[in-house]
Protein backbone atom coordinates (compact mmCIF):
# COMPACT_ATOMS: atom_id res chain seq x y z
CA UNK A 1 0.00 0.00 0.00
CA UNK A 2 1.35 3.35 -0.70
CA UNK A 3 2.18 6.05 1.73
CA UNK A 4 1.34 9.67 1.37
CA UNK A 5 0.41 12.87 3.18
CA UNK A 6 -2.83 14.03 4.77
CA UNK A 7 -3.86 16.98 7.14
CA UNK A 8 -3.97 15.66 10.53
CA UNK A 9 -6.86 17.29 11.40
CA UNK A 10 -8.98 20.69 10.51
CA UNK A 11 -7.12 23.77 10.63
CA UNK A 12 -8.05 27.50 10.53
CA UNK A 13 -6.09 30.02 10.90
CA UNK A 14 -6.93 34.07 9.92
CA UNK A 15 -4.99 37.31 8.81
CA UNK A 16 -5.92 41.27 7.48
CA UNK A 17 -4.03 42.47 4.22
CA UNK A 18 -4.75 46.11 3.50
CA UNK A 19 -8.32 45.71 5.72
CA UNK A 20 -9.67 42.33 4.06
CA UNK A 21 -9.99 39.65 6.19
CA UNK A 22 -8.83 36.34 4.91
CA UNK A 23 -9.34 33.13 6.62
CA UNK A 24 -7.86 29.93 6.03
CA UNK A 25 -9.68 26.47 6.52
CA UNK A 26 -8.70 22.92 6.04
CA UNK A 27 -10.07 19.77 6.09
CA UNK A 28 -9.00 16.24 5.80
CA UNK A 29 -11.65 14.57 2.57
CA UNK A 30 -11.63 10.87 1.73
CA UNK A 31 -13.61 11.57 -1.78
CA UNK A 32 -14.82 14.51 -4.43
CA UNK A 33 -18.59 14.07 -3.27
CA UNK A 34 -17.50 15.16 0.32
CA UNK A 35 -15.13 17.57 -1.00
CA UNK A 36 -18.26 19.37 -2.98
CA UNK A 37 -20.66 18.88 -0.49
CA UNK A 38 -18.10 20.79 1.80
CA UNK A 39 -17.93 23.38 -0.35
CA UNK A 40 -21.17 23.86 -0.76
CA UNK A 41 -21.75 24.03 3.24
CA UNK A 42 -19.03 26.71 3.49
CA UNK A 43 -20.79 29.14 0.75
CA UNK A 44 -23.96 28.72 2.54
CA UNK A 45 -22.21 29.80 6.20
CA UNK A 46 -20.35 32.49 4.95
CA UNK A 47 -22.63 33.66 2.13
CA UNK A 48 -21.69 37.13 3.53
CA UNK A 49 -18.53 36.89 2.63
CA UNK A 50 -17.17 38.15 -0.91
CA UNK A 51 -15.53 35.07 -1.77
CA UNK A 52 -14.86 31.65 -0.80
CA UNK A 53 -12.16 30.22 -3.09
CA UNK A 54 -11.31 26.54 -2.61
CA UNK A 55 -8.53 23.91 -4.14
CA UNK A 56 -8.86 20.34 -3.39
CA UNK A 57 -6.97 16.88 -3.83
CA UNK A 58 -8.10 13.54 -3.94
CA UNK A 59 -5.96 10.89 -3.77
CA UNK A 60 -6.07 9.14 -6.93
CA UNK A 61 -8.77 11.26 -7.84
CA UNK A 62 -9.02 14.74 -9.62
CA UNK A 63 -7.77 17.80 -8.01
CA UNK A 64 -9.74 21.36 -8.80
CA UNK A 65 -10.19 24.44 -7.51
CA UNK A 66 -12.17 27.89 -8.13
CA UNK A 67 -11.27 31.66 -7.56
CA UNK A 68 -14.74 32.10 -6.60
CA UNK A 69 -15.17 35.43 -8.75
CA UNK A 70 -11.85 36.80 -7.88
CA UNK A 71 -10.16 37.22 -11.18
CA UNK A 72 -9.03 33.96 -12.68
CA UNK A 73 -5.41 32.58 -11.56
CA UNK A 74 -5.13 34.84 -8.51
CA UNK A 75 -6.79 32.37 -5.44
CA UNK A 76 -8.01 28.67 -6.49
CA UNK A 77 -4.80 28.05 -8.57
CA UNK A 78 -2.31 29.38 -5.90
CA UNK A 79 -4.06 27.92 -3.18
CA UNK A 80 -3.52 24.53 -4.89
CA UNK A 81 0.07 25.02 -5.60
CA UNK A 82 0.58 25.47 -1.51
CA UNK A 83 -1.42 21.89 -1.17
CA UNK A 84 0.87 20.58 -3.83
CA UNK A 85 4.07 21.93 -2.41
CA UNK A 86 3.26 20.69 0.66
CA UNK A 87 2.64 16.85 -1.05
CA UNK A 88 -0.53 16.89 0.57
CA UNK A 89 -3.81 14.46 -0.46
CA UNK A 90 -6.75 13.85 0.10
CA UNK A 91 -7.28 17.62 1.32
CA UNK A 92 -9.49 20.31 1.01
CA UNK A 93 -8.73 24.14 1.74
CA UNK A 94 -11.08 26.95 1.65
CA UNK A 95 -9.52 30.47 2.14
CA UNK A 96 -12.62 33.28 2.61
CA UNK A 97 -12.30 36.98 2.15
CA UNK A 98 -14.57 39.89 3.37
CA UNK A 99 -13.38 42.57 1.10
CA UNK A 100 -12.03 45.74 3.41
CA UNK A 101 -12.46 48.18 0.78
CA UNK A 102 -8.72 48.42 -0.39
CA UNK A 103 -7.76 46.76 -4.00
CA UNK A 104 -5.17 44.23 -3.71
CA UNK A 105 -4.25 43.48 -7.27
CA UNK A 106 -3.15 40.31 -8.94
CA UNK A 107 -0.51 39.74 -7.56
CA UNK A 108 -1.61 40.83 -3.72
CA UNK A 109 -4.57 38.38 -4.27
CA UNK A 110 -2.04 35.76 -5.13
CA UNK A 111 0.04 36.19 -2.27
CA UNK A 112 -3.09 36.35 0.17
CA UNK A 113 -4.04 33.33 -1.12
CA UNK A 114 -1.20 31.24 -0.92
CA UNK A 115 -0.38 32.47 3.29
CA UNK A 116 -4.43 31.86 3.41
CA UNK A 117 -3.97 28.28 2.25
CA UNK A 118 -0.40 27.96 3.44
CA UNK A 119 -1.38 29.51 7.64
CA UNK A 120 -4.05 26.67 7.51
CA UNK A 121 -1.80 23.29 6.55
CA UNK A 122 0.09 24.83 9.79
CA UNK A 123 -2.81 24.99 11.74
CA UNK A 124 -4.15 21.44 10.98
CA UNK A 125 -0.83 19.56 10.67
CA UNK A 126 0.70 16.68 8.30
CA UNK A 127 0.07 13.36 9.09
CA UNK A 128 1.62 10.16 7.26
CA UNK A 129 -0.70 7.23 5.80
CA UNK A 130 1.38 4.55 5.77
CA UNK A 131 1.17 0.77 6.55
CA UNK A 132 2.87 0.64 10.06
CA UNK A 133 4.53 -2.44 11.65
CA UNK A 134 3.32 -3.14 15.32
CA UNK A 135 6.08 -4.02 17.35
CA UNK A 136 5.98 -5.13 21.36
CA UNK A 137 9.05 -4.60 22.87
CA UNK A 138 9.66 -5.98 26.29
CA UNK A 139 12.81 -3.33 27.80
CA UNK A 140 14.38 -3.18 30.93
CA UNK A 141 14.57 -0.21 32.77
CA UNK A 142 18.36 0.47 32.30
CA UNK A 143 17.97 0.00 28.38
CA UNK A 144 14.15 1.91 28.24
CA UNK A 145 15.82 5.72 26.86
CA UNK A 146 18.08 4.06 24.42
CA UNK A 147 14.69 2.12 23.08
CA UNK A 148 13.17 5.21 22.88
CA UNK A 149 15.67 7.21 21.19
CA UNK A 150 16.29 4.28 18.55
CA UNK A 151 12.49 4.27 18.04
CA UNK A 152 12.73 8.33 17.57
CA UNK A 153 15.91 7.90 14.95
CA UNK A 154 13.62 5.66 12.74
CA UNK A 155 10.78 7.54 12.97
CA UNK A 156 8.96 5.52 14.96
CA UNK A 157 5.97 6.11 17.75
CA UNK A 158 5.21 4.51 20.70
CA UNK A 159 1.70 4.07 21.06
CA UNK A 160 1.79 2.55 24.70
CA UNK A 161 3.85 1.97 27.96
CA UNK A 162 3.36 -0.25 30.54
CA UNK A 163 5.74 -0.03 33.76
CA UNK A 164 5.73 -3.15 35.64
CA UNK A 165 8.47 -5.65 36.30
CA UNK A 166 9.93 -4.34 33.42
CA UNK A 167 9.12 -2.01 30.56
CA UNK A 168 6.39 -3.15 28.04
CA UNK A 169 6.35 -0.90 25.03
CA UNK A 170 3.97 -1.07 21.98
CA UNK A 171 5.56 0.67 18.91
CA UNK A 172 4.54 1.42 15.50
CA UNK A 173 7.49 1.48 12.68
CA UNK A 174 7.42 1.72 9.32
CA UNK A 175 6.57 -1.48 8.17
CA UNK A 176 10.15 -1.79 5.35
CA UNK A 177 11.85 -0.66 8.66
CA UNK A 178 10.61 -2.85 11.02
CA UNK A 179 13.06 -5.89 10.91
CA UNK A 180 15.58 -3.37 10.61
CA UNK A 181 14.72 -2.00 13.93
CA UNK A 182 13.94 -5.14 15.67
CA UNK A 183 17.64 -6.10 15.21
CA UNK A 184 19.12 -3.14 16.07
CA UNK A 185 17.50 -3.13 19.21
CA UNK A 186 18.40 -6.66 19.47
CA UNK A 187 21.85 -5.41 18.90
CA UNK A 188 22.41 -2.67 20.86
CA UNK A 189 21.28 -4.20 23.67
CA UNK A 190 23.48 -7.13 23.45
CA UNK A 191 20.47 -9.77 22.77
CA UNK A 192 19.31 -8.62 26.09
CA UNK A 193 15.97 -7.07 24.35
CA UNK A 194 14.29 -8.94 21.83
CA UNK A 195 10.99 -7.96 20.38
CA UNK A 196 8.36 -9.22 18.52
CA UNK A 197 5.89 -8.32 15.52
CA UNK A 198 2.35 -8.47 16.43
CA UNK A 199 0.42 -7.03 13.51
CA UNK A 200 -0.08 -4.54 11.13
CA UNK A 201 -1.95 -1.30 10.37
CA UNK A 202 -3.07 1.07 7.46
CA UNK A 203 -3.42 4.35 8.97
CA UNK A 204 -2.25 8.00 9.23
CA UNK A 205 -0.24 9.38 12.19
CA UNK A 206 0.67 12.76 12.91
CA UNK A 207 4.41 13.85 11.64
CA UNK A 208 7.03 16.25 13.13
CA UNK A 209 8.81 19.06 10.40
Given at each position: ?125 KSI ?62 GTV ?16
Amino acid sequence: MEEYLVPSGYGEDEFVEKKSRFIGRIWPVESEEEAQERIRQMEKTYSDAAHNCWAYVIKDGPARFSDNGEPGGTAGNPMMQVLQKENLNNVLCVVTRYFGGILLGAGGLVRAYTKGAKIAVNAAGKSIKRVWSVLYIPCPYNFYERVKLETESFGGIIRDTQFGAEVELEILVAQPQAQGFLDKILDMTSGTVEGMETGQEYRAFPIEE
